[in-house]
C-alpha cells in the first residue's frame, strides 16, 4: 500500500524533505497563499457541512454579505454553488456518482427533487421549470434551489445512496469512467472495482479534500476510449503486458491533461504500467505529489497539467517511486490507444464515437443509450426514464460524457416495449446526427463566467440545421460542443465544431458572440480546435455551419468524416468556406451579453428571496 501523508512526512529523511523544498522555491512556488487558500486553511472540506446546515436553519441572511464570497467557496465542496449575480439566495447542486452509476429509485429520487424544488422564479422559454442538467463528466445538477431547502434535500438524496460531497471546488472531482464498465461486450478489462476502489479510499479522504485546484480522475477500460483519459488530471488506459512469462492485463498511465484558458494538455504517458491491484496506489501517489507540491498560489498556472509542465513526467515518475508507492514501478505496457474511436472522429465502421443506441453487453442483455439534446432533462421525463430502466431493466443506469442516459440489462424480450414508449419520441437512440453530437455548459443562465447563453440557443440552433443543412447518409456524427467561456465546461476544445462565448458589437450594439474552432476530437491521437473565426456574433452562426457543412459534404472524398476533411483542407480555406450570414434564424437572446439578471427575463429580478421565493424587502433610503 502506498504510505499516508502522515507517514510520508515524519518518516522521510530530512534531506529529502530539504530536496522538495529546494525544488519548490525554484519553481516559484513558494507558499504564500492567495485569498483561496487563506479561506481553505480556515475550514474545508467535511466540516463545511455543518455550516451549511447552520446558515440553512437560519436563512440566507445569516450569511455575513462581507463573509459570502469565502462561504460560497467553502460550499462548493459539498456542490454547492451560489448562482450568479442577480440571482442572489438561489443555489445549484451538484452530485457525484462515480462513473455515472445509477439506479432507477436514485434517479427517481432526483426527478422528485427537481419537481419540488428546483423551481425558479420565471421558466426557461425552452425547457420550461423543474428540470435537471447532465453533465460532462457523468453525473447531475440541479438549479434554482433555495439553501433553506438543502437539508431536506440532502436527506431525500442521501436516503437513496447519492451524495453531493466533493462535487465541486479545489477537491478530486467526480471520476469518470466506462459506463458500461463489467457490462461491455468488448471490454478489454473491467476498470469498475478500480473506480470502486479509488471512489471508496481516496476521495472519501477528507486530508486529500484541499487540492491546489480541481482535480479530474478517469479509468478506461474499454477500447473506445470513452472516459477521454487524455484531458483528466490523471488517466488509466487498458494496456496489456507480459509479467513473468504471462500477459496481464492493466492499465497504462497518463498525467497532465486539461482544459480551459485556451491552454489545453493532453495528458502524457508516465511510462508507466499498473496491473488492477495497484492501480489505486499509483493514483493516490500522484494526487498525494500534486497536493503536497502543486502551486497554491497562482491560480491562473495551478492546475495538474502545469504541474506536469514545470516537474516533467520523468521527475514525477522518480519521485512516485522514491516515496508514494512502496512497490517497483513497471514501464508502460502495449496500450490500445490506437483502437479508441470515442469522440475520435472515426468512420462507423472503426467502432462506437459514443454510447447512443441499442448494444448488446456481454451477458447477452442490451443496454439503451437515450439522446438528450444539450443534457436537459424535466423533471417528469426525469421520473419516466427511472420508470423505464425499472419495467424494462435491472433498475441499473448510468451517465455518460456526453450528457446523455443509458438503461442497462434489458433483455431482448423488453427491448420493443421499451423501444416504443412515449419518452423515446423526444430522447430517441436514433437521433439526427445534429441533436446527436451536441452538446454545452450551463451558461449566462447561472454561471457567473460564461459570457453568452448556451443550453437555448443550442437548442434553437439544432432545429434550424435539422431544417436547413442535409448531409450524407453515411455521415453519423457532427460533434458540436459549446462553452459560455474559455473555462470550457463544454469541452468545445475537442469537438468537430467547438464554440466559446465572447461578445462583439453589431450595428452599434454590443452583442453575444461566438469563436468558432473546427478539427477537434478525442482518440489515438487526441487534437484541440483551429479557432477559424473570432467573435462572430451568434445570430450569424448558424448561416456560418451551413456554408461549412455544404462545403464538407460537397467536397469530401467518399467516406471521410468531418475531423479528417477539416485535416485535408487546410485552415487558410475553412476560414474562407466558414462564412458568417444572417439567415432566417432567431437567436433567443442576441442583445443581452450578460446585462440582465436572466437571460430571458425582462426588467429587475426579486433576488435575493426568502426560503418561499417571496422577494426580501429592502430598506429605503429616505
Sequence with gaps: ???????????????????????????????????????????????????????????????????????????????????????????????????????????RAVGEVAAEYARGPVSNPEFGDAWIDLTTRQSIQLHWLKLEDIPAIWEKLEGVGLSSRSSGGDTMRNISGCPVAGRDKHEFVDAQPVLDEITAKLRADDDLANMPRKF??????????????????????????????????????????????????????????????????????????????????????????????????????????????????????????????????????????????????????????????????????????????????????????????????????????????????????????????????TGTEFCSLALTETKARTAAMLRWLRANVDLPDDVEQIKIHYSGCTADCGQAMTADIGFQGMRARKDGEMVEAIDVGVGGGIGPEPSFVEWIRQRVPADEVPGLLRNLLNAFAAGREEGQTFREWVEATGEEALVELAEPEETDYEDPCLTDAKRSWYPFADGEGPAPTDADGTPMATESDD
Aim: aromatic letters at 8%; proline letters at 3%.
Design 1 to 107: 500500500m502506498a504510505q499516508s501523508l502522515c507517514d510520508i512526512q515524519t518518516n522521510e529523511p530530512d534531506n529529502r524533505k530539504s530536496s522538495d523544498n529546494d525544488r519548490a522555491r525554484q519553481l516559484g512556488w513558494d507558499r504564500v497563499t492567495n485569498k483561496k487558500e487563506t479561506w481553505k486553511e480556515g475550514m474545508y472540506g467535511d466540516e463545511v457541512r455543518e455550516k451549511i446546515l447552520e446558515f440553512a436553519e437560519s436563512g440566507w441572511e445569516s450569511i455575513p454579505e462581507d463573509e459570502r464570497d469565502m462561504w460560497f467557496s467553502r460550499f462548493k465542496f459539498w456542490g454547492v454553488f451560489h448562482q450568479r449575480s442577480g440571482q442572489e439566495s438561489y443555489f445549484m447542486l451538484r452530485l457525484a456518482n462515480a462513473n455515472g452509476l445509477l439506479t432507477a429509485e436514485q434517479l
Design 216 to 441: 479530474n480522475i478517469s479509468v478506461t477500460g474499454c477500447r473506445e476510449g470513452c472516459a477521454q483519459d487524455s484531458i483528466n488530471g490523471i488517466g488509466l488506459e487498458p494496456a496489456e503486458k507480459a509479467i513473468d512469462g504471462e500477459d496481464v492485463r492493466g492499465f497504462n498511465v497518463r498525467v497532465g491533461g486539461g482544459l480551459g484558458g485556451r491552454e489545453p494538455r493532453r495528458a502524457r504517458s508516465l511510462d508507466v504500467y499498473v496491473t488492477p491491484e495497484n492501480a489505486y496506489d499509483v493514483v493516490r501517489g500522484f494526487v498525494e505529489l500534486y497536493h503536497e507540491h502543486g502551486d497554491r498560489e497562482n491560480r491562473q498556472k495551478n492546475r495538474s497539467r502545469f504541474f506536469v509542465d514545470d516537474w516533467g513526467t520523468e521527475e514525477i515518475r522518480d519521485r512516485l517511486g522514491e516515496s508514494y508507492v512502496d512497490f517497483d514501478l513497471r514501464r508502460a505496457g502495449e496500450d490500445l490507444r490506437d483502437e479508441y474511436t470515442y469522440n475520435a472522429g472515426k468512420a462507423p465502421s472503426a467502432g462506437k464515437h459514443d454510447h447512443v443506441g441499442v448494444h448488446e453487453q456481454a451477458d447477452g442483455d442490451y443496454y439503451v443509450g437515450l439522446t438528450v439534446p444539450i443534457g436537459r432533462l424535466t423533471a417528469a421525463e426525469t421520473v419516466q426514464l427511472a420508470d423505464l430502466a425499472a419495467t424494462h431493466g435491472s433498475g441499473e443506469m448510468r451517465l455518460t460524457r456526453r450528457q446523455n442516459p443509458l438503461i442497462l440489462d434489458v433483455p431482448e424480450s423488453e427491448l420493443d416495449d421499451l423501444l416504443d414508449a412515449d419518452l423515446l419520441d423526444t430522447h430517441s437512440p436514433e437521433p439526427s446526427v445534429f441533436t446527436r453530437g451536441a452538446m454545452a455548459c
